[in-house]
């Protein structure tokens, strides 16, 4: 059965009649179109699938959309102003931080809410806040160096 839920994604709000057992990412992807939240695994153990919920990382396969009402999501989507990247999704695009792309939203969210806690991260830092988001080809160098140049343009007045 279908039931009214608000959700606050990406700054607005929606007015959503889904069955409330069902996860966030489905309703991300199938009833707002929302695809950059990739599923992965299903189980919560890669990282692909990765939002923010209310600031803080989760695993968007693991919310049940029932307990979501009047909650704050921001996925891969949101973080760009407009027309304007976000700092990390420009630093992946000029890091090469990517190669079939699968873990990226994951991976540039999960860096967006390290980067909300640490704006200066060394590379172990970013290792750690890293450690549970997947990346099949190997990406890991380019990414970690993507994400120090992600903050450094964050403190030089490059974050929004």
């Known amino acids: 059965m279908a039931d009214p839920i608000v959700i606050h994604v990406n700054g607005e709000e929606r007015r959503l009649a889904v069955d409330l057992d069902r996860t966030l990412l489905e309703v991300l992807r199938d009833e707002l179109g929302l695809h950059g939240t990739k599923y ?15 600031g803080n990382e989760q695993r968007s396969c693991q919310l049940v959309v029932g307990t979501l009402d009047g ?11 407009g027309d304007r990247l976000h700092p990390l999704q420009q630093a992946f695009l000029d890091h090469g931080a990517m190669q079939c792309g699968f873990c990226t939203s994951g991976m540039i969210v999960a860096a967006a809410a390290l980067l909300q806690r640490n704006p200066n991260p060394d590379a172990a830092a970013i290792r750690r806040a890293l450690h549970g988001n997947l990346c099949r080809c190997g990406c890991y160098p380019r990414i970690v160096v993507a994400v120090q140049q992600a903050a450094r343009a964050g403190r030089n007045g490059g974050d929004r």
């Open 71 to 81: 909650r704050a999501v921001r996925t891969i989507e949101g973080l760009a102003n």
């Open 40 to 54: 992965g695994c299903g189980e919560g153990q890669c990282g692909a699938c990765t939002v923010l919920l209310d």
